[in-house]
């Protein structure tokens, strides 16, 4: 803050004083906020990294089976078991607020509470590794939910960690520095025009002494 744009008053002092109590709590408040959503960040990522392994574990699995299930069947017959789905899931989505950032919260439900009727199809001409690839995709189901939220929030809190550094920055190196050096400009311009006051008013004083001196002559 150049003294050129800083109106030399004890209205702007005032002003600058408040302003720089503000900055400073609000500095100390998003350096709170930046280290939270850093501790928060890294407990995700640690969560992230083993649900990728899980997930993709289970899919490598999956896909396993399914290929073993391919060929001791007929693709007539695969295409037939798989061509009527029994079972439906719904995807629910919420929001949880962390240190003012909105992350998603999945939650999946199906239209039964049987777990059988992940089976579209009858046990009599398929292959039990046909059994065992549907049952793997269906456990893995709430791992991959949790992963796609996690990895989304991840996002979230990598964007609003950065734009609150950015803000910490700003208040630390330009804003909080430019009003302490306002107010340090003020200071020095108020002190020096109650110097050059002060020295006004004792030549006037002292003028005043000296005609009362010679006038008493």
Do not use: W
Not at 70 to 87: D, F, I
Not at 191 to 210: A, C, F, G, P, Y
């Amino acid at each position: 803050m150049s003294g050129a744009h800083v109106n030399p008053t004890r209205m702007e002092l005032t002003r600058l004083k408040k302003k720089l109590v503000t900055a400073t709590k609000g500095h100390r408040l998003l350096k709170d906020k930046r280290d939270e959503l850093m501790r928060q960040f890294l407990d995700l990522v640690r969560e992230d990294m083993d649900l990728r392994i899980k997930v993709e574990k289970g899919i490598r699995n999956a896909n396993a089976e399914f290929v073993l299930a391919k060929a001791g069947m007929s693709e007539q017959t695969l295409r037939t078991a798989m061509l009527v789905p029994r079972q439906e899931v719904f995807l629910e989505e919420t929001t949880r607020n962390v240190m003012s950032v909105n992350l998603p919260v999945f939650s999946a439900r199906t239209r039964t509470a049987d777990q059988n009727d992940i089976f579209s199809y009858g046990f009599a001409y398929t292959s039990s590794d046909l059994d065992g690839a549907v049952q793997s995709l269906s456990d893995i189901l709430p791992d991959m939910l949790r992963l796609a939220e996690v990895e989304k929030s991840c996002q979230l809190m990598a964007s609003e960690i950065e734009k609150t550094r950015r803000r910490v920055n700003a208040l630390e190196h330009v804003i909080i520095p430019e009003t302490r050096e306002g107010i340090r400009y003020i200071t020095m311009k108020l002190d020096e025009n109650e110097r050059s006051t002060q020295v006004r008013l004792m030549k006037v004083k002292d003028i005043m002494l000296e005609e009362a001196h010679h006038y008493e002559k």
